[in-house]
Protein backbone atom coordinates (compact mmCIF):
# COMPACT_ATOMS: atom_id res chain seq x y z
CA UNK A 1 0.00 0.00 0.00
CA UNK A 2 2.77 2.34 1.07
CA UNK A 3 4.35 1.98 -2.33
CA UNK A 4 1.26 2.48 -4.44
CA UNK A 5 1.06 5.74 -2.59
CA UNK A 6 4.37 6.86 -3.21
CA UNK A 7 4.05 6.36 -6.95
CA UNK A 8 0.52 7.74 -7.00
CA UNK A 9 1.90 10.67 -5.40
CA UNK A 10 5.20 10.94 -7.56
CA UNK A 11 2.28 10.76 -10.46
CA UNK A 12 0.25 14.02 -9.18
CA UNK A 13 3.36 16.11 -8.80
CA UNK A 14 4.38 15.19 -12.46
CA UNK A 15 1.33 16.11 -13.90
CA UNK A 16 1.64 20.00 -11.56
CA UNK A 17 1.65 22.80 -14.20
CA UNK A 18 3.64 24.66 -11.45
CA UNK A 19 6.44 23.30 -9.34
CA UNK A 20 7.61 24.70 -5.84
CA UNK A 21 10.90 23.52 -4.15
CA UNK A 22 8.85 21.92 -1.22
CA UNK A 23 7.36 19.75 -3.90
CA UNK A 24 10.74 18.72 -5.33
CA UNK A 25 11.74 17.69 -1.84
CA UNK A 26 8.53 15.79 -1.37
CA UNK A 27 9.06 13.85 -5.02
CA UNK A 28 12.40 13.30 -4.41
CA UNK A 29 11.48 11.47 -0.98
CA UNK A 30 8.67 9.65 -2.60
CA UNK A 31 10.51 8.92 -5.58
CA UNK A 32 13.47 7.24 -2.64
CA UNK A 33 10.95 5.45 -0.61
CA UNK A 34 9.50 3.80 -3.92
CA UNK A 35 12.54 2.64 -5.01
CA UNK A 36 13.48 1.43 -1.24
CA UNK A 37 10.05 -0.57 -1.30
CA UNK A 38 10.46 -1.97 -4.11
CA UNK A 39 13.91 -3.64 -3.61
CA UNK A 40 12.22 -4.68 -0.26
CA UNK A 41 9.33 -6.53 -2.12
CA UNK A 42 11.20 -7.65 -5.05
CA UNK A 43 15.08 -8.08 -4.06
CA UNK A 44 15.82 -9.68 -7.44
CA UNK A 45 14.46 -6.57 -9.18
CA UNK A 46 17.20 -4.01 -10.76
CA UNK A 47 16.30 -0.97 -10.31
CA UNK A 48 19.16 0.09 -13.32
CA UNK A 49 18.58 1.84 -15.96
CA UNK A 50 13.98 3.06 -15.37
CA UNK A 51 14.29 3.49 -11.60
CA UNK A 52 17.91 5.15 -11.45
CA UNK A 53 16.88 7.29 -14.13
CA UNK A 54 13.84 8.23 -12.25
CA UNK A 55 16.00 9.47 -9.14
CA UNK A 56 17.48 12.38 -11.54
CA UNK A 57 13.19 13.49 -12.38
CA UNK A 58 14.07 16.42 -8.65
CA UNK A 59 17.17 17.50 -10.21
CA UNK A 60 14.88 17.81 -13.67
CA UNK A 61 12.06 19.74 -12.10
CA UNK A 62 14.59 22.05 -10.48
CA UNK A 63 16.79 22.57 -13.88
CA UNK A 64 14.03 23.19 -16.17
CA UNK A 65 10.69 23.50 -14.44
CA UNK A 66 7.05 21.67 -14.59
CA UNK A 67 7.78 18.16 -16.48
CA UNK A 68 4.97 19.00 -18.68
CA UNK A 69 7.32 21.32 -20.32
CA UNK A 70 9.92 18.99 -21.14
CA UNK A 71 8.71 15.12 -20.80
CA UNK A 72 8.41 13.01 -23.50
CA UNK A 73 7.05 9.30 -23.67
CA UNK A 74 9.79 6.56 -25.90
CA UNK A 75 7.89 4.06 -27.24
CA UNK A 76 8.83 1.85 -29.97
CA UNK A 77 6.97 3.00 -32.96
CA UNK A 78 7.83 6.78 -31.86
CA UNK A 79 11.50 5.42 -31.80
CA UNK A 80 11.18 4.07 -35.48
CA UNK A 81 9.28 7.75 -36.42
CA UNK A 82 12.53 9.26 -35.05
CA UNK A 83 15.33 7.16 -36.93
CA UNK A 84 13.32 7.55 -40.43
CA UNK A 85 13.71 11.63 -39.82
CA UNK A 86 16.26 13.42 -42.33
CA UNK A 87 18.74 14.40 -40.29
CA UNK A 88 21.31 16.35 -43.32
CA UNK A 89 24.10 14.36 -41.92
CA UNK A 90 23.71 16.34 -38.21
CA UNK A 91 22.79 12.69 -36.11
CA UNK A 92 24.15 14.07 -33.36
CA UNK A 93 22.16 17.02 -32.64
CA UNK A 94 18.67 15.89 -33.18
CA UNK A 95 18.33 14.80 -29.89
CA UNK A 96 19.21 18.09 -29.12
CA UNK A 97 16.88 19.90 -31.51
CA UNK A 98 13.68 18.22 -30.87
CA UNK A 99 14.44 18.39 -26.86
CA UNK A 100 15.09 22.77 -27.61
CA UNK A 101 11.65 22.54 -30.38
CA UNK A 102 9.48 20.87 -27.50
CA UNK A 103 10.53 22.91 -25.01
CA UNK A 104 9.87 26.12 -27.36
CA UNK A 105 6.30 25.03 -28.33
CA UNK A 106 5.44 24.38 -24.17
CA UNK A 107 6.75 27.62 -23.28
CA UNK A 108 4.55 29.42 -25.95
CA UNK A 109 1.10 27.50 -25.31
CA UNK A 110 1.83 28.91 -21.58
CA UNK A 111 2.14 32.76 -22.60
CA UNK A 112 -0.33 32.75 -25.38
CA UNK A 113 -3.07 33.19 -22.43
CA UNK A 114 -1.02 36.34 -21.18
CA UNK A 115 -0.24 37.45 -24.94
CA UNK A 116 -3.51 37.79 -25.54
CA UNK A 117 -4.32 40.76 -23.07
CA UNK A 118 -1.55 42.45 -25.22
CA UNK A 119 -3.33 42.02 -28.30
CA UNK A 120 -5.58 44.06 -30.08
CA UNK A 121 -9.34 42.76 -30.80
CA UNK A 122 -9.10 41.63 -34.62
CA UNK A 123 -6.33 39.20 -33.36
CA UNK A 124 -7.19 38.71 -29.33
CA UNK A 125 -10.40 37.21 -29.99
CA UNK A 126 -9.56 34.60 -32.60
CA UNK A 127 -6.50 33.76 -30.20
CA UNK A 128 -9.18 33.37 -27.75
CA UNK A 129 -11.13 30.48 -29.45
CA UNK A 130 -8.14 28.74 -30.10
CA UNK A 131 -7.58 28.63 -26.18
CA UNK A 132 -11.15 27.50 -25.71
CA UNK A 133 -11.27 24.77 -27.84
CA UNK A 134 -7.74 23.45 -26.86
CA UNK A 135 -8.14 24.66 -23.13
CA UNK A 136 -8.99 21.31 -21.16
CA UNK A 137 -9.56 22.75 -17.74
CA UNK A 138 -9.02 20.17 -14.12
CA UNK A 139 -9.85 23.17 -12.25
CA UNK A 140 -12.64 26.05 -13.10
CA UNK A 141 -10.86 29.52 -12.10
CA UNK A 142 -11.92 32.75 -13.09
CA UNK A 143 -9.22 33.37 -15.75
CA UNK A 144 -10.28 29.74 -16.94
CA UNK A 145 -14.09 29.94 -17.53
CA UNK A 146 -12.73 33.51 -19.23
CA UNK A 147 -11.26 31.37 -22.03
CA UNK A 148 -14.15 28.18 -21.71
CA UNK A 149 -17.63 28.04 -23.84
CA UNK A 150 -19.98 27.08 -21.80
CA UNK A 151 -22.19 24.24 -23.70
CA UNK A 152 -25.66 22.98 -21.93
CA UNK A 153 -26.96 20.28 -23.36
CA UNK A 154 -29.43 17.53 -22.66
CA UNK A 155 -33.33 17.00 -22.60
CA UNK A 156 -34.06 20.95 -21.99
CA UNK A 157 -37.51 21.57 -19.56
CA UNK A 158 -38.28 24.37 -17.34
CA UNK A 159 -39.21 23.27 -13.82
CA UNK A 160 -40.02 24.30 -10.60
CA UNK A 161 -38.10 24.81 -7.32
CA UNK A 162 -39.64 23.38 -4.52
CA UNK A 163 -40.27 25.83 -1.46
CA UNK A 164 -37.43 24.12 0.51
CA UNK A 165 -34.45 24.30 -2.56
CA UNK A 166 -35.81 27.89 -3.56
CA UNK A 167 -34.73 29.11 0.28
CA UNK A 168 -31.69 27.22 -0.01
CA UNK A 169 -30.83 29.05 -3.36
CA UNK A 170 -32.11 32.34 -1.98
CA UNK A 171 -29.92 31.98 1.22
CA UNK A 172 -26.56 31.42 -0.48
CA UNK A 173 -27.24 34.54 -3.04
CA UNK A 174 -28.34 37.08 0.13
CA UNK A 175 -24.71 35.90 1.48
CA UNK A 176 -22.66 35.36 -1.19
CA UNK A 177 -23.82 38.51 -3.10
CA UNK A 178 -25.13 40.95 -0.75
CA UNK A 179 -28.35 40.77 -2.14
CA UNK A 180 -31.71 40.58 -0.55
CA UNK A 181 -33.80 38.08 -2.29
CA UNK A 182 -37.07 37.21 -0.41
CA UNK A 183 -39.53 33.77 -1.01
CA UNK A 184 -42.75 34.84 -2.61
CA UNK A 185 -44.76 34.04 0.36
CA UNK A 186 -42.27 37.08 2.41
CA UNK A 187 -42.76 39.38 -0.48
CA UNK A 188 -45.86 40.91 0.88
CA UNK A 189 -44.74 41.29 4.26
CA UNK A 190 -41.91 43.17 3.00
CA UNK A 191 -43.65 45.38 0.76
CA UNK A 192 -43.62 48.11 3.46
CA UNK A 193 -40.29 48.02 4.71
CA UNK A 194 -37.41 50.14 4.49
CA UNK A 195 -35.09 47.75 2.73
CA UNK A 196 -35.40 47.21 -1.12
CA UNK A 197 -35.83 43.71 -2.03
CA UNK A 198 -36.50 41.31 -5.08
CA UNK A 199 -38.59 38.06 -5.54
CA UNK A 200 -36.58 35.16 -7.58
CA UNK A 201 -38.83 32.97 -10.05
CA UNK A 202 -38.93 29.40 -8.83
CA UNK A 203 -38.75 28.34 -12.89
CA UNK A 204 -35.54 27.45 -13.38
CA UNK A 205 -34.41 26.14 -16.82
CA UNK A 206 -32.87 23.04 -16.52
CA UNK A 207 -30.02 20.91 -18.31
CA UNK A 208 -28.81 17.51 -17.94
CA UNK A 209 -25.04 18.14 -18.71
CA UNK A 210 -22.65 21.57 -19.42
CA UNK A 211 -19.73 21.19 -21.43
CA UNK A 212 -16.73 23.68 -20.41
CA UNK A 213 -14.03 22.93 -22.92
CA UNK A 214 -13.27 19.40 -23.03
CA UNK A 215 -14.68 18.65 -19.31
CA UNK A 216 -18.45 17.84 -19.25
CA UNK A 217 -20.15 17.63 -15.65
CA UNK A 218 -23.31 15.99 -15.70
CA UNK A 219 -26.44 14.97 -13.17
CA UNK A 220 -25.75 12.04 -11.96
CA UNK A 221 -28.92 10.12 -13.24
CA UNK A 222 -27.33 10.73 -16.76
CA UNK A 223 -23.90 9.49 -16.38
CA UNK A 224 -22.54 9.24 -12.64
CA UNK A 225 -18.91 9.17 -13.17
CA UNK A 226 -19.10 13.27 -14.71
CA UNK A 227 -21.40 14.09 -11.21
CA UNK A 228 -19.05 13.92 -8.86
CA UNK A 229 -16.82 16.58 -7.91
CA UNK A 230 -15.17 18.35 -5.50
CA UNK A 231 -15.98 21.76 -4.70
CA UNK A 232 -15.97 24.27 -1.77
CA UNK A 233 -18.66 26.76 -0.74
CA UNK A 234 -18.24 30.35 -1.47
CA UNK A 235 -18.73 32.85 1.49
CA UNK A 236 -19.48 29.83 4.03
CA UNK A 237 -16.65 30.50 6.68
CA UNK A 238 -17.83 27.41 8.57
CA UNK A 239 -16.96 25.13 5.67
CA UNK A 240 -13.37 26.11 4.85
CA UNK A 241 -12.30 22.48 3.55
CA UNK A 242 -13.49 20.80 0.19
CA UNK A 243 -16.55 19.06 0.13
CA UNK A 244 -17.65 15.64 -1.87
CA UNK A 245 -20.77 15.04 -3.66
CA UNK A 246 -22.42 14.59 -6.84
CA UNK A 247 -24.26 16.46 -8.82
CA UNK A 248 -28.28 16.50 -8.77
CA UNK A 249 -29.89 19.48 -10.96
CA UNK A 250 -28.10 21.69 -13.42
CA UNK A 251 -30.38 24.77 -14.05
CA UNK A 252 -30.20 28.41 -14.96
CA UNK A 253 -32.08 31.17 -12.91
CA UNK A 254 -33.56 34.25 -13.80
CA UNK A 255 -32.15 36.86 -11.91
CA UNK A 256 -33.25 40.16 -11.88
CA UNK A 257 -30.11 43.12 -12.44
CA UNK A 258 -30.65 45.78 -9.72
CA UNK A 259 -32.59 48.78 -10.55
CA UNK A 260 -33.50 47.51 -13.76
CA UNK A 261 -35.90 45.53 -16.04
CA UNK A 262 -33.58 43.37 -17.33
CA UNK A 263 -32.98 39.36 -16.09
CA UNK A 264 -29.42 37.82 -16.15
CA UNK A 265 -29.05 34.14 -16.32
CA UNK A 266 -26.61 32.43 -13.59
CA UNK A 267 -26.11 28.67 -14.48
CA UNK A 268 -26.13 27.16 -11.07
CA UNK A 269 -25.77 23.39 -9.67
CA UNK A 270 -27.26 21.45 -6.83
CA UNK A 271 -24.85 19.37 -4.80
CA UNK A 272 -25.96 17.11 -2.43
CA UNK A 273 -22.72 16.21 -0.23
CA UNK A 274 -21.46 13.00 0.92
CA UNK A 275 -20.82 13.00 4.75
CA UNK A 276 -17.23 13.62 5.98
CA UNK A 277 -15.73 11.50 8.69
CA UNK A 278 -16.33 12.25 12.13
CA UNK A 279 -13.43 12.88 14.59
CA UNK A 280 -12.55 9.37 15.71
CA UNK A 281 -13.23 8.26 12.33
CA UNK A 282 -10.79 10.54 10.83
CA UNK A 283 -8.02 9.09 12.93
CA UNK A 284 -8.57 6.05 10.98
CA UNK A 285 -8.07 7.68 8.08
CA UNK A 286 -4.80 6.97 6.87
CA UNK A 287 -4.55 8.87 3.69
CA UNK A 288 -4.21 11.97 5.65
CA UNK A 289 -0.54 11.64 5.45
CA UNK A 290 -0.54 11.40 1.86
CA UNK A 291 -1.65 15.05 0.99
CA UNK A 292 0.14 14.60 -2.11
CA UNK A 293 -2.13 11.45 -2.98
CA UNK A 294 -4.83 13.22 -3.31
CA UNK A 295 -7.11 10.27 -2.09
CA UNK A 296 -9.78 11.02 0.71
CA UNK A 297 -12.27 8.95 2.17
CA UNK A 298 -16.29 9.79 2.87
CA UNK A 299 -19.44 8.37 3.89
CA UNK A 300 -21.47 6.98 1.81
CA UNK A 301 -24.43 9.04 3.42
CA UNK A 302 -25.80 11.80 1.51
CA UNK A 303 -27.61 14.59 3.61
CA UNK A 304 -26.90 17.99 2.68
CA UNK A 305 -28.18 19.68 0.00
CA UNK A 306 -25.82 22.71 -1.55
CA UNK A 307 -26.08 24.99 -4.11
CA UNK A 308 -23.22 26.55 -6.30
CA UNK A 309 -21.69 28.11 -9.21
CA UNK A 310 -19.25 26.99 -11.73
CA UNK A 311 -16.24 28.58 -10.37
CA UNK A 312 -17.01 25.97 -6.70
CA UNK A 313 -16.28 23.57 -8.28
CA UNK A 314 -12.22 22.40 -7.84
CA UNK A 315 -12.41 19.33 -10.39
CA UNK A 316 -14.12 16.03 -11.06
CA UNK A 317 -13.21 13.05 -8.88
CA UNK A 318 -13.34 9.19 -9.11
CA UNK A 319 -15.13 6.80 -6.26
CA UNK A 320 -15.36 3.78 -5.39
CA UNK A 321 -17.38 1.35 -2.32
CA UNK A 322 -15.30 0.90 -0.02
CA UNK A 323 -15.94 -2.74 2.06
CA UNK A 324 -17.20 -2.39 5.54
CA UNK A 325 -15.17 -1.97 8.43
CA UNK A 326 -12.56 -0.52 6.08
CA UNK A 327 -9.76 0.79 7.98
CA UNK A 328 -11.81 -0.10 11.20
CA UNK A 329 -15.09 2.47 10.10
CA UNK A 330 -17.82 0.97 10.84
CA UNK A 331 -20.09 3.22 8.58
CA UNK A 332 -20.25 2.76 4.44
CA UNK A 333 -18.05 4.49 3.30
CA UNK A 334 -16.20 5.52 -0.58
CA UNK A 335 -12.86 6.19 -1.58
CA UNK A 336 -12.86 9.13 -3.02
CA UNK A 337 -9.59 10.49 -5.65
CA UNK A 338 -9.46 14.13 -6.70
CA UNK A 339 -8.53 14.87 -10.51
CA UNK A 340 -7.42 19.11 -9.53
CA UNK A 341 -4.21 19.55 -11.17
CA UNK A 342 -3.15 21.91 -7.68
CA UNK A 343 -1.95 20.24 -4.52
CA UNK A 344 -1.98 22.86 -2.44
CA UNK A 345 -5.93 23.56 -1.79
CA UNK A 346 -5.16 27.15 -0.47
CA UNK A 347 -4.26 28.41 -3.91
CA UNK A 348 -8.16 27.00 -5.11
CA UNK A 349 -10.70 28.01 -2.59
CA UNK A 350 -10.50 32.07 -1.74
Same mark, same amino acid.
Given at each position: ???????????????????????????????? %?? &????? %????????????????????? +??? /?????????????? *?????????????????? =??????????????????????????????? +????????????????? !???? &?????????????? !?????????????? #???????????????????????????????? %?? *????? *??????????????????? %????????????? #???? /?? #?????????????????????????????????? /?????? =????????? *????????????????? =?????????????????????????????? &??
Amino acid at each position: MQSLLHLISITHILRLHEVSNKQIHLIKNHIE %EY &CGGIQ %ELFPNFPLKPNHHLALHIPEC +LER /FGPASNWSAWVFER *VIGWLKNIPTNNHLSSMS =STLLQKWVAAQRLRWILPHLREELPEELSIP +LQKFLSTENSPETTDES !TLEQ &CSFKPGGSLKYETL !TYDEQKLLISKLNK #IDGTNFVMPDKAYSEKNSHKTHSVLSRWVLQY %EY *VKIGR *VTYSTHKLHFGNSIIEYFL %EGDKTHKDFNYGK #INQI /FY #IQRPFQQSSKVNLELWFQITCFCKLNSSDKKKNI /FLQWQE =SQIDIAYSE *VTATHYIRLHEIISHCA =SWDLPRSTFGIKNPVKLMISLRKSLEKNDQ &CP
